[in-house]
């Protein structure tokens, strides 16, 4: 996102490590693997936006760099929620949040007391003032079917870290039965 950190070049190396192809190059692998560089940084979510707008396959994944939500787990789970949504809707619109909400107990003594008490405050008013469909609209990891994020990606205005929560916003706004979204615990440990 035009960040001057070294995410790029770390996930060039990592896509190297662990992908198997014969034609693989700085910034495209296959269909699997596609690192679009900004050249401003803009905020994550304006990076989010970007990747999710040019991503190819039916299923779009969004998952922190930082690797705090286990994939192993994480990524069966929102799949596995998204089958449930799409079975039970005609729209081919829906998004699913993975969500550290379950483990709000346990939170308490893996976070810092600041990001805790940051984290309740925030929780409070997206609550009150936006939405409580969804109980943990910061978890960043979130599965959307392409159709989803192109609407959602597309209309999104927050550039920074809030806009999260201007997707469950947006996907409220176009109806339950339009874009219909769900929550599903993830595993996940805090990052520094």
């Known amino acids: 996102d035009g960040s001057i950190d070294d995410t790029r070049i770390k996930t060039i190396d990592f896509v190297n490590q662990h992908v198997n192809v014969s034609n693989k190059d700085a910034g495209s692998v296959g269909d699997s693997f596609r690192l679009i560089t900004l050249h401003q940084n803009s905020g994550k979510g304006a990076a989010v936006r970007a990747g999710m707008i040019r991503a190819k396959g039916a299923l779009c994944l969004m998952a922190d760099a930082d690797g705090a939500t286990d994939i192993t787990d994480g990524l069966p789970a929102v799949l596995k929620e998204m089958a449930n949504v799409v079975t039970t809707t005609t729209t081919t619109t829906a998004a699913v949040f993975g969500s550290r909400a379950h483990m709000e107990n346990k939170s308490k003594a893996v976070r810092s007391t600041v990001r805790t008490f940051l984290m309740k405050a925030f929780h409070f008013f ?20 392409r159709d989803a994020a192109i609407v959602l990606f597309s209309n999104l205005h927050l550039t920074r870290w809030a806009f999260d929560t201007e997707l469950v916003v947006l996907a409220e706004m176009m109806g339950k039965d339009a874009c219909p979204i769900a929550e599903v615990g993830v595993k996940w440990e805090e990052v520094d």
């Open 126 to 145: 997206v609550k009150t003032l936006c939405s409580s469909s969804i109980r943990d609209t910061q978890c960043g990891f979130k599965l959307f079917t």
